[in-house]
């Protein structure tokens, strides 16, 4: 864990410095140009397991295997040179198998255990993001890009435990990340690309509810610096 922390700390202050020195040079090269308007959508799947399962808010699993996906179709309009601002909305969905949980509601001190648990989650989120585009090559085919945005959305887990009644939960949540990544042209019009979260922080409210009954909630604050791997994310757009 140290050592991921450390190399994507690493990695953020490289890309930072670079975006910097890139601002410093008195005719930066012209990348994306001002006036540029891009329509595209992001990509993300993965397979979930016990180590990243920061959707199940109330939960801590003990074993859980399953498979998230999301997609974000997103327009961004450059302002001015190399730099643009946009809106995403992602729409996420998965599913696991879960041999064990705990149910854990700190705001009202409460615990419950349950086992061979199948869970499915949809969630809704709205981002807003700024992103500093800086080229590589003369060609203009590809570059670095540094994003960073606020996110906020909504979502739902239901448990089905095989033995007892569905529970389920719902939580809003507000999320600040900064997204280092490549871009690629293949065409004049056309990129790729890629990215992956390096930090962030955010704020969690949620709620549990049984037999559509309220029985407790929780809040959460989190801060995490180093490679998320539910922030992998690939995408293409077109520019106008």
């Not at 198998?97 to 001190?109: A, K, P, Q, R, Y």
């Not at 061979?116 to 981002?127: F, I, K, Y």
Request: hydrophobic share 40%; aromatic share 14%.
């Amino acid at each position: 864990m140290r050592l991921r922390t450390f190399f994507a700390s690493i990695c953020a202050i490289f890309f930072f410095s670079l975006a910097y020195a890139q601002d410093q040079k008195e005719e930066r090269q012209v990348f994306i140009p001002k006036g540029d308007i891009g329509v595209g959508a992001q990509f993300a799947s993965m397979n979930l397991d016990s180590d990243n399962t920061e959707w199940m808010l109330f939960f801590n699993p003990i074993s859980a295997k399953g498979k998230i996906s999301s997609i974000g179709p997103f327009v961004e309009y450059a302002y001015r040179n190399n730099r643009t601002a946009g809106v995403r909305i992602n729409y996420t969905s998965g599913n696991a198998s879960v041999d064990n949980i705990t149910l854990d509601l700190l705001n009202e001190g409460m615990s419950l255990e349950l086992s061979d648990v199948d869970a499915e989650m949809t969630a809704l989120h709205a981002t807003v993001f700024h992103r500093n585009y800086f080229g590589i090559d003369r060609l203009r085919r590809l570059g670095f890009v540094v994003e960073g945005g606020l996110t906020m959305g909504r979502g739902n887990t239901e448990f089905k435990p095989r033995d007892s009644d569905p529970t389920k939960s719902s939580y809003f949540r507000v999320k600040a990340y900064f997204s280092p990544g490549l871009v690629f042209y293949l065409m004049d019009n056309v990129s790729i690309l890629g990215s992956i979260s390096l930090a962030n922080i955010s704020y969690t409210k949620g709620d549990s509810y049984e037999d559509g009954v309220r029985i407790g909630g929780r809040d959460k604050f989190g801060a995490k610096a180093g490679i998320d791997l539910l922030g992998i994310w690939f995408g293409a757009s077109i520019h106008f």
